[in-house]
């Protein structure tokens, strides 16, 4: 499979005006974003994931290292017609939503007919339909922030590029974003989203990668990550709970986990006591322990000379 | 080419009511040649329509000043450079646009000062003439200026260009060589504006004009190719 984006080796240093103070924001950094996946970006504040985006976007070149776009080196100009990106905290002219999303649309070289069809659609899609004919100066964060997404959308692009897209949105508007996601994933296009969001992340990624100090501390498929370690789930009924350690009873329904390997045991004796198996699942952890677990990790790493 | 105009555009319609103040003058002018009997006051006429004239190659230094900075300072930057055009692209729009914006300008003003002057005897395709010198001069120093606002501040940057305009014909003034004013040839433009009057016809000069849209050119370039190296990322504040 081909990458729809990757870094290489890439380093990024700020530096104040006369070099005295630097601050690595990137740190051989090395990452590939695979066509067709959606790709959650995740990390604190400060990780270092917008300027891997900006870097990604052209916006800025890096100290060291490259990468590349849609097979593209950065800052390839035509290659980001291809492109959707939505900035975090979207600044917007104040026009029209419907006048700006076709601004934006003809900077990609759309036009005519079918830039005017495409952006009604975009602002249909992102459930601004009413409000198309409105000065997007008088739009709330949400709306604005919608409003973004329709301009990334407008050009139908292969891959997407969000920093954190969902920040300023409403649950209903963020069901819509997760499903528009989804959609776009089902028609082939990549997706790379960067967001503290993480039980949005964790319902639409197929891979995450925890950028931490501007290094990758963890990557992987979100299945894997989350997936138990090693404990089994188990719930069942008509048993009493003294007869299993660790579990909790709640009307007449006992839980309780066990080692994958003693599971068969576990419901044994379950059976053996006369009571019912009601669910047994592999225990799972949420992408908030993960992301938890994988900072602290590595502040103590760092804290130790480690990285 | 449609990107470069629609920035162009964009730009015009974002410095509007700049625009609108500057047009304020030409109402100025509009309403002595109304108020005052043009062919007796003819001299107080020429002197305010100079005067308004070359406002607009100041104006052109603040546009050019302050449209990089405004757009990197708002991050609106970012959603039209995330589009599939170059740096270039959208340089050229910036320039296109201030030279549009102080077309406009120069536009009204021709239109008032052929109406107003013209009633006085001064002959109205000299007006168009130095409409022409103005434009030229607002092309070269907004670019000068949107060359040094690619790494310096505004305020900087207004330094940079005046001191970049104004050596040249200081230069020229103080050594008595005359050539000096067109190694930057907004002096010599405005100088063009400045010195005209009911009696002479003489100073009708192509050099400066076509000198001053080469390098325009140049500095485009020049300009383009610096800021292709700048982060537009980072925070200017």
Redesign the interface.
């Known amino acids: 499979m081909s990458a729809a984006l990757e870094f290489e080796q890439v380093s990024k240093e ?1 530096r104040s005006f006369l070099g005295r103070r630097r601050f690595r924001a990137l740190d051989n950094f090395s990452l590939r974003v695979e066509t067709g996946e959606i790709f959650g970006f995740l990390g604190p504040n400060g990780a270092g994931k ?1 300027t891997a985006i ?1 870097l990604a ?5 890096p100290t060291s290292g490259s990468g590349r776009l849609l097979g593209e080196r950065f800052g390839h ?7 959707g ?1 939505l ?1 975090e ?5 104040p026009r029209r939503a419907e006048q700006l999303v076709r ?2 649309g ?4 759309m ?1 005519g007919a079918v830039l005017k069809k495409r952006a009604r659609e975009v602002l249909e899609r992102v459930r601004l339909q009413d409000d198309v004919g409105r000065n997007v100066s008088k739009f709330s964060r949400g709306m604005l922030q919608r409003v ?1 997404l329709a ?1 990334a959308l407008v ?1 139908d692009p292969e891959l997407l590029v969000l920093d954190e897209p969902t920040s300023a949105l409403d649950p209903l508007a963020r069901v819509g974003v997760r499903e528009l996601l989804l959609q776009a994933r089902a028609a082939g296009r990549t997706i790379f989203l960067s967001s503290h969001l993480l039980s949005e992340v964790e319902l639409v990624c197929d891979r995450v990668g925890v950028l931490h100090r501007g290094r990758l501390v963890r990557l992987g498929k979100t299945a894997d990550l989350l997936e138990t370690r090693g404990r089994t789930e188990i719930t069942a009924r008509g048993v009493a709970a003294e007869n299993f350690s660790g579990s909790a009873a709640h009307d007449g329904i006992v839980s309780f986990s066990v080692a994958t390997s003693q599971q068969r045991a576990a419901l044994e004796k379950i059976w053996g006591l006369g009571g019912d198996v009601i669910s047994l699942n592999p225990e799972r952890r949420s992408l908030e322990e993960i992301f938890l677990e994988v900072t602290a990790e590595a502040d103590s790493a760092s804290s130790e000379g480690l990285l | 080419m ?2 470069v105009l ?2 162009a555009i ?1 730009f015009v ?2 410095q509007r009511w700049p625009i609108l103040v500057l047009l304020l003058w030409v109402l100025l002018l509009a309403f002595l040649g109304l108020a005052t009997d043009a062919a007796r006051q003819r001299e107080d006429l020429l002197f305010v329509f100079k005067q308004v004239a070359v406002y607009v190659v100041a104006f052109s230094v603040f546009f050019g000043c302050s449209a990089i900075y405004n757009d990197r300072r ?3 930057i ?9 740096r270039q ?1 959208y340089l050229s729009g910036l320039v296109i646009g201030i030279t549009l914006a102080c077309s406009i300008y120069c536009f009204a003003l021709g239109i008032t000062g052929s109406w107003t002057l013209g009633q006085a005897g001064f002959p109205v395709q000299r007006v168009w003439f130095l409409m022409l010198c103005l434009i030229a001069a607002c092309a070269l120093a907004g670019t000068v200026a949107l060359l040094f606002s690619t790494f310096l501040n505004p305020f900087f940057a207004a330094g940079a260009t005046a001191a970049a305009m104004g050596l040249p014909a200081l230069l020229s003034y103080t050594a008595g060589l005359p050539h000096l004013a067109y190694v930057m040839p907004v002096y010599a433009l405005a100088a063009t504006v400045l010195d005209s009057s009911f009696n002479s016809s003489s100073g009708v000069s192509w050099v400066p004009i076509v000198l001053s849209f080469v390098e325009t050119l140049v500095l485009w370039l020049l300009s383009a190719r610096i800021f292709s ?1 700048v ?4 925070s200017v504040e």
């Open positions: 700020y917008t900006h976007m052209g916006f800025m070149r100009d035509s290659v980001r017609r291809r492109v990106f900035p905290n979207i600044a917007l002219y601004f934006y003809a900077l990609n070289g036009k973004g301009q050009n | 449609r990107p629609l920035i964009n319609r974002e708002s991050r609106r970012l959603s039209v450079l995330s589009k599939g055009i170059g692209q190296y982060d537009i990322a980072v």
